[in-house]
């Protein structure tokens, strides 16, 4: 009780800081004597040393192929394997896992083939920097296309450098200038337009200019100065991981730096293991692996994640304990964990001189809307908050935008979209919180009362269920009636109903009627199907969800 009154929501497991001790022996007027603990590293073991500049090499530069669906990235991919085996690689190569080592002019470029934007911030949200240099593939016909703009934004949260690979110039409808024109209304400027980006004009299909693309990024590579130290301990991440049922986990690893040798014990993120069998990227049998390889091994514990980082250690009983007392560790961060930034927290937060940022995503029904809100919220910055925008897109709410979210303390403001309850569930899971909006002076006066910490009583919308339409009847002097199955929870007669169309918000409105086979029901449960009837409203599609809900006030924390 006298940690609630100081505002601490503890359990029994968690630990409490020196100074919430003292304050509180002092509320229960007992003493207290906190002693000085040497606080031992549970990660002796890990040689995490800097390298000296004078055992430094050059090391090839790890690239991440990112863009819009169809936009050609795996034709790309192909295409450049194929233009390297060409240049002198003994028959075809076999992927095996998901990064590839190409050469160009004597050099090596490591292509990661896995990760799309999704993986990309999964990997960030670990803290692994596994990308150096992103190519950006934009279909010349195509332009710039909403998963484009996804790419560029995670891009660039990540602080790596943007190559602009502008593909299908083949095709009769192609126009660059288009697509440079879109690119620079999204923050990205090409050399020839005076910008800083590098833009190469390819045809994946026909393979020209894929040698250019390559020179470009060994450019991009030399300006970068990457640097590693062959003779120590290896270290990196891993860019995937899955559980095969003959040979257990298999990691697929990047050597960031060090050599990696069969047979060695390493710690990679949770799990611990010993190398048993690596091989390369064309599933040849190898012994080491110097900085900037992509290998498969074969030998841990459990399955890790992608992005988390591995390091090579002594012998395995070091691995197993560093291993252990991350798990332990992990385990109190959860029970300690705090939810993510809310609104009602803010002012608490620039009270205490923590928020300099307010983080935001934005996603919209139209990019009218987009624009709106972004211009109208970036005026709202005053001394002691300056509001950001992390992300803006049209459409509903993905998975995606939640992960982005997670990563960078973010807040999600949906306009006119609606999630899906598995998105819903994600961000739940994820702390993260999201905010749907009707109207655009709601966003702006809420998040202005957030900032000055004058948050009134909220009505929060409860959703009481959601029903799937499976057939439409037109009745004389009623007009559309819904044939209806109510996928969850429930519907209530005098409730208030939205209808979602491909996760775009069409109408709100009351129901007027609703039966159950020819006679009137008060409410209909799951699994059960019914006819709904919407007040004034008849532009009702099979395939259309109807969400039923209702408000309740709910006094601010």
Not at 351 to 356: A, P, R, W, Y
Request: proline share 3%.
């Amino acid at each position: 009780m006298a940690l609630m009154k100081m505002g601490i929501m503890a359990n029994i497991n968690q630990n409490l800081d020196e100074d919430t001790v003292m304050i509180l022996a002092d509320e229960l007027g007992i003493s207290v004597v906190v002693a000085k603990v040497e606080e031992e590293n549970p990660e002796e073991g890990i040689e995490d040393f800097e390298d000296r500049e004078e055992d430094l090499v050059p090391r090839a530069p790890f690239v991440t192929v990112m863009g819009h669906v169809d936009h050609g990235k795996t034709s790309l991919l192909d295409a450049i394997r194929k233009t390297n085996v060409a240049i002198g690689e003994a028959g075809g190569i076999t992927q095996h896992i998901g990064a590839s080592e190409v050469y160009s002019n004597g050099q090596k470029i490591v292509f990661l083939d896995t990760p799309g934007h999704e993986a990309f911030t999964a990997m960030r949200a670990r803290g692994a920097h596994v990308t150096d240099i992103a190519v950006l593939v934009v279909a010349a016909d195509d332009g710039v296309m909403p998963q484009t703009i996804e790419s560029i934004s995670h891009a660039k949260a990540a602080g790596v450098p943007i190559i602009v690979a502008i593909n299908k110039m083949d095709k009769p409808g192609a126009n660059p200038d288009r697509v440079k024109q879109e690119l620079s209304e999204h923050g990205i400027l090409v050399e020839e337009w005076g910008g800083d980006t590098i833009c190469c004009q390819v045809s994946a299909k026909k393979g020209d200019g894929i040698e250019n693309l390559l020179e470009m990024i060994l450019l991009q590579a030399e300006v970068l100065e990457l640097k590693a130290n062959p003779n120590r301990p290896a270290k990196g991440s891993v860019v995937e991981a899955r559980l095969d049922k003959t040979r257990g986990p298999v990691a697929t690893l990047l050597v960031d730096n060090g050599t990696l040798k069969s047979g060695q014990s390493v710690v990679v993120g949770n799990c611990y293991g010993k190398i048993r069998l690596m091989t390369d990227y064309r599933g040849k049998k190898i012994s080491k692996a110097g900085p900037a390889t992509a290998v498969e091994i074969l030998g841990l514990d459990d399955v890790p994640e992608a992005g988390d980082e591995f390091n090579v250690v002594k012998d395995d009983k070091t691995a197993r304990e560093i291993a252990q007392n991350r798990k332990e560790k992990l385990r109190e961060e959860i029970l300690a964990r705090n939810a993510s930034s809310t609104l009602e927290q803010l002012f608490s937060q620039i009270q205490e001189g923590e928020v300099k940022d307010l983080n935001l995503i934005i996603k919209a029904d139209v990019a009218g809307s987009v624009e709106a809100i972004v211009s109208s919220l970036e005026k709202l910055n005053n001394e002691n908050v300056r509001v950001k925008v992390v992300h803006t897109g049209v459409g509903t709410i993905n998975e995606s935008d939640v992960m982005l979210a997670s990563t960078t303390g973010s807040i999600i403001i949906g306009f006119n979209v609606r999630p899906t309850t598995a998105v819903t569930s994600f961000a739940d899971s994820e702390n993260v919180q999201i905010r749907l909006y009707r109207v655009i002076y709601d966003i702006i006066n809420e998040i202005q009362d957030a900032m000055k910490g004058m948050l009134d009583p909220e009505f929060r919308e409860e959703v009481l269920g959601k029903v799937e339409v499976r057939a439409t009847f037109k009745v004389p002097n009623v007009g559309t009636i819904a044939g209806a199955y109510v996928t969850e929870g429930k519907v209530l007669r005098n409730a208030e109903v939205r209808l979602v169309r491909d996760g775009i918000v069409i109408h709100e409105g009351k129901i007027s009627s609703l039966k159950r086979f020819k006679d009137d029901a008060r409410e209909v449960a799951q699994g059960y199907e019914c006819g709904i009837g919407i007040e004034n409203y008849n532009d009702i599609k099979e395939g259309d969800i109807i969400e039923c809900f209702r408000m309740v006030e709910v006094e601010r924390a």
